[in-house]
């Protein structure tokens, strides 16, 4: 498990961290999520929400990949262009 800093906000476990210069593969592809979820055994992946601020990169990217997305939004720039769960502030989550 690492630790997830976002801002001054709280501090949130996270049980791993994908780098696509790492893996060789990049968001939009889902391809790239398969590496996260063997640290998610157990889990159907349509059961996986993945959090992210970009409609194409990771609404389109976790969409494809059979996950859950929900977009970081604040200010409802997206209130058109997408039907997932969007909300304001990672604090939403808690």
């Known amino acids: 498990s690492g630790i997830c800093q ?3 906000g709280p501090l949130a476990s996270v049980r791993c961290i994908i780098d696509s ?8 592809d889902p391809h ?4 996260a979820l063997p640290f998610f055994a157990g889990i159907d992946r ?3 929400a ?3 601020d970009s409609v194409v990169m990771d609404v389109g990217g976790s969409t494809a990949a059979g ?3 929900i977009l970081v939004d604040p200010y409802d720039d997206a209130v ?3 039907s997932c769960r969007r909300i304001a502030s990672l604090l939403e989550l808690l």
């Open 46 to 48: 349509s059961r996986i």
């Open 67 to 69: 996950l859950i997305p």
């Open 32 to 35: 790239i999520f398969d590496f």
């Open 50 to 52: 993945y959090v992210g």
């Open 80 to 82: 058109d262009l997408v």
């Open 6 to 8: 976002v801002g001054d």
């Open 21 to 28: 210069h790492v893996v060789g593969v990049m968001k939009p």
